[in-house]
């Protein structure tokens, strides 16, 4: 199993990303994939749940209406897209696959 996620950077204030975590080394279509952050000094948070097809969605209040999460099973790639960005989004965030696979990571900075 391997996650591997993309796209982040540093953004200001207001601004948009997209992240992507690619998947393979399993049935990508037959899992649920979560979008996970951690900023420095905290525990890591749950950002955004998608179900196998995509048709279900879930959100952490901190991010809800601000962020969507998709997926193309046919890439085996699951987006985090992310708008009207705000210095407390700053994390690294990670793509996982219960029961424990994680992707390195990708560093997002929210900051002017």
């Known amino acids: 199993v391997q996650l591997v996620e993309s796209g982040g950077g540093l953004v200001q204030p207001g601004g948009s990303l997209r992240l992507s975590c690619a998947a393979s080394?399993?049935?990508?279509?037959?899992?649920?994939i979560r979008w996970y952050r951690q900023a420095p000094g905290k525990e890591r948070e749950l950002v955004a749940t998608i179900s196998t097809a995509g048709g279900i969605t879930n959100y952490a209040d901190s991010v809800k209406g601000r962020f969507t999460i998709s997926r193309d099973n046919t890439k085996n790639t699951v987006y985090l897209q992310m708008s009207s960005l705000k210095p407390e989004d700053t994390a690294v965030y990670y793509c996982n696959r219960r029961p424990n696979y994680w992707g390195q990571g990708t560093q997002v900075t929210v900051s002017s």
């Open positions: 080394g399993f049935t990508f279509s037959s899992y649920v």
